[in-house]
């Protein structure tokens, strides 16, 4: 896959020797890109220790903060699968 | 400057990628479940193993056994970061600080020996992230989810940083002095992270610009080659890397003063308020406010029917007038011993001889500042998950 493989590149090509961490988030729709995405400024570790607690209106304003306020590269269509993954996935359980 | 990132973590975390894990003893519970599964302990370079929080910016927070002494030891003091943009050592080791601004009377630069060259101070300060025990707050709110680690007490040796704008002169009308460090964002369009704190703190006696930490050179993570001391404000305000100073006639209005670190307008009342940063809805988190924590015994831990409560107590600098213990509920309370004082803006040690029979009992510990504070009840909720300071009950079994 083709942001698997970005993303691989991204973490052993970043800096020295020293071996960074690397975290996987679950499997799903939608995981490439925000793997990708997310990776591109910090680890993907903000995403899993920030679960499964927000609401869908919550992981929105997250991310809508990372693309306005902190300048994430993303097209539109690419900020809505990530909120729609870290939903499914990170958010609070529906009650 | 030329930025890299940091590259954090060991060898072992990269092999075990992927495998689960049970959670570090000791964690908090009140923390969420993903924080809990995502929390290992871990050794930065030059560091001891920290909890962490976040691998790429670094962001580690020390454990409860590192506050056993009212100093925290340099390898054990956490580590926070917003961008990963960070320098190597080799990078910050031909470190110069210049001082301008359109309230200075003119620009001026300091190399590291320039900087000792100005008069020496030191002294004992707690230095806290704003958003310490944030990951304990109830409902959960967005960020990095700290325990009660996020926090430690050095001592700071460096210069006044009144003596340094002195240097370049201080202009009428000067309002804020505008503070940059040389780490930075990994994107240009991502806002660089600069701070500012009023005049009147950055010409205080006790605002400090310090070169050593407990005798030995900043570590590499806490600021190499020098930061700010704010003692008594939260650690936002203690630019690490600092290599820039501007005297502004102006506020500073960029997303981490007008955006980030804020509370609401009133919730936390201050002794000196931030006035050219507050409006109507909020105002900038300044001031710490009083805290305590035990350090010898975990919640949920088993004790003898005769035990002894260790920790420490600490405010924004009036000291601390009392540390008390209960074992009621709250009905009544009983004073601990209050130990070495290494000055007001220090954590303070206490200890206590309790007693109590076979069984359950919830021990609680709340500590009153010089300036008749005292921690809370109940959680003062705010949406950024600043200042929790709720009295710490501990469940023990007595056995």
Redo the contacts between chains.
């Keep these: 896959m083709i942001f698997r493989t970005i993303l691989v590149a991204l973490v052993f090509t ?3 020797a ?7 988030l679950k499997p799903g729709p939608g995981q490439d890109v925000a793997s990708v995405r997310c990776a ?4 993907l ?2 995403i ?7 609401s869908p209106d ?1 992981w929105k ?2 991310v809508g903060k990372m693309r306005k ?5 993303m097209e539109d269509a690419e900020e809505a699968t990530i909120i729609s993954y870290l939903v499914a996935n ?1 958010g609070a359980p529906a009650k | 400057m030329k930025r ?8 072992a ?2 092999l075990s ?2 495998v689960a894990r049970a959670a570090v003893p000791g964690m908090n519970p009140g923390l ?4 809990l ?3 290992a302990l ?1 050794t930065l ?1 030059g560091k001891k193993p920290l909890l ?6 670094p962001n580690y927070e020390a454990t409860m056994d590192a506050f056993a002494t009212p100093i925290t030891p340099n390898d054990r003091f956490f580590v926070r970061y917003h ?2 943009g960070i320098p ?1 050592m080799a990078e910050l080791r031909n470190w110069k600080l210049t001082v301008g601004g359109d309230a200075a009377g003119k620009e001026v630069s300091f190399t590291l020996p320039e900087l000792r060259s100005l008069p020496q101070h030191q002294f004992v300060a707690v230095c806290q992230c704003s958003g310490n025990r944030r990951g304990l707050f109830q ?2 709110v ?4 700290w325990g009660t680690g996020a926090m430690g007490c050095a001592r700071w040796t460096g210069v006044r940083l009144k003596d340094v704008l002195n240097r370049a002169g201080v202009k009428a009308g000067a309002l804020e002095v505008i503070l940059h460090g040389a780490d930075g ?7 660089d992270f600069a701070k500012s704190i009023p005049m009147q703190r950055a010409l205080d006696d006790d605002t400090l610009i310090a070169y050593e930490m407990n005798g030995a050179p900043l570590p590499h993570l806490n600021g190499f080659p020098i930061r700010l001391i704010v003692p008594g404000w939260t650690a936002t305000y203690w630019m690490k890397h600092l290599n820039q100073i501007e005297i502004s006639s102006k506020p500073l209005q960029n ?1 981490w003063m007008a ?1 980030a670190y804020r509370v609401p307008a009133g919730m936390f009342p201050v002794a000196h308020p931030f006035a050219s940063q507050t409006n109507a809805q909020s105002t900038p988190i300044t001031e710490i406010v009083v805290n305590s924590l035990v350090t010898n015994v975990a919640d949920g831990a088993t004790v003898k029917p005769g035990f002894e409560i260790k920790g420490i107590a600490w405010d924004s600098g009036s000291g601390i007038r009392t540390v008390e213990t209960s074992l009621d509920g709250g009905a009544h309370w009983a004073p601990a011993s209050l130990g070495q004082d290494l000055g007001h803006y220090a954590f303070r040690p206490f200890s206590a001889a309790l007693k109590a029979a076979p069984g359950a009992v919830k021990v609680m510990v709340r500590a009153t500042s010089n300036a008749g504070e005292v921690q809370v009840d109940k959680l003062k909720f705010n949406p950024a998950g600043y200042h929790h300071n709720v009295i710490q009950t501990l469940a023990l079994t007595v056995a």
């Excluded at chain 1, 899993?48 to 927000?54: A, G, T």
């Excluded at chain 2, 890299?4 to 060898?11: E, I, K, M, N, Q």
């Design positions: 970043a800096g020295p020293l071996a960074q961490q690397v975290v996987e591109a400024c910090h680890s570790n903000y899993r220790m920030n679960s499964p607690f927000l919550g304003a997250e306020v902190f300048g994430a590269p990170y | 890299r990132d940091v590259l954090a973590g060991s060898g975390a990269l990628a992927g969420p479940q993903g924080t599964d995502e929390v871990a370079p962490r929080l976040s691998d790429r910016p961008l990963a190597e409902p959960h967005a960020g990095v989810e964002p990994v994107l240009p369009a991502t806002p997303f955006a």
